[in-house]
T-cell receptor, first 115, second 114 residues
Framework: AQSVSQHNHHVILSEAASLELGCNYSYGGTVNLFWYVQYPGQHLQLLLKYFSGDPLVKGIKGFEAEFIKSKFSFNLRKPSVQWSDTAEYFCAVNENVAGASKIIFGSGTRLSIRP | DAGVIQSPRHEVTEMGQEVTLRCKPISGHNSLFWYRQTMMRGLELLIYFNNNVPIDDSGMPEDRFSAKMPNASFSTLKIQPSEPRDSAVYFC????????????FGSGTRLTVV
């Protein structure tokens, strides 16, 4: 079975700092990868996704992620964070089971931005 | 589209009572997922359906939990009897299986069992 590891449980940054959140997955074959964001008190929303093609994926709100197959990684980046980026961020990978697809989520990284 | 609709938004119940959570997926989506989110365990997949058929219920914690999807536009997650450790936010999500484009999540049901 697939697994997703997010090594940073809580990251604290000041506004305008650069952000990189780590994500590693276990499966060595073809993967679909996602980053979701959950703002305080809200549901999960899709930030960006990778299926194929350019390994550098651009998402909403200035976020991007780079798929590095050799490292089994899909790290999330943003050059300059804002206070409004305070949220929990989940990396996820797609797994196919019995002809149906499900998404496995990492444990999440809580991002706190100091104004 | 109204998105994935969950009800109720909040539920407070006494231990031992039956709790039913409801979900209406996005019209046209053929897969539906139930997740539970807690501080301790994060986001756990409980069960998912494809074309109204349960595919994988290995995440359902125990026999007290059951889920149904009688038609393409409605699903329920039932806990009977409820226990304080069931307190969590329960999310429903849906997607179109033929196009793996990520899920759309509902706003969740915050369950508190006292």
């Amino acid at each position: 079975a697939q697994s997703v590891s997010q090594h940073n449980h809580h990251v604290i940054l000041s506004e305008a700092a650069s952000l990189e959140l780590g994500c590693n997955y276990s499966y060595g074959g073809t993967v679909n990868l996602f980053w979701y964001v959950q703002y305080p008190g809200q549901h999960l929303q899709l930030l960006l996704k990778y299926f194929s093609g350019d390994p550098l994926v651009k998402g909403i709100k200035g976020f991007e992620a780079e798929f590095i197959k050799s490292k089994f990684s899909f790290n999330l980046r943003k050059p300059s964070v804002q206070w409004s980026d305070t949220a929990e961020y989940f990396c996820a990978v797609n797994e196919n089971v019995a002809g149906a697809s499900k998404i496995i989520f990492g444990s999440g990284t809580r991002l706190s931005i100091r104004p | 589209d109204a998105g994935v609709i969950q009800s109720p938004r909040h539920e407070v119940t006494e231990m031992g009572q039956e709790v039913t959570l409801r979900c209406k997926p996005i019209s046209g989506h053929n897969s539906l997922f139930w997740y539970r989110q807690t501080m301790m365990r994060g986001l756990e997949l409980l069960i998912y359906f494809n074309n109204n058929v349960p595919i994988d219920d290995s995440g359902m914690p125990e026999d007290r939990f059951s889920a149904k999807m009688p038609n393409a536009s409605f699903s329920t997650l039932k806990i009977q009897p409820s226990e304080p450790r069931d307190s969590a936010v329960y999310f429903c999500a849906s997607t179109l299986q033929d196009r793996v484009g990520g899920y759309t999540f509902g706003s969740g049901t915050r369950l508190t069992v006292v």
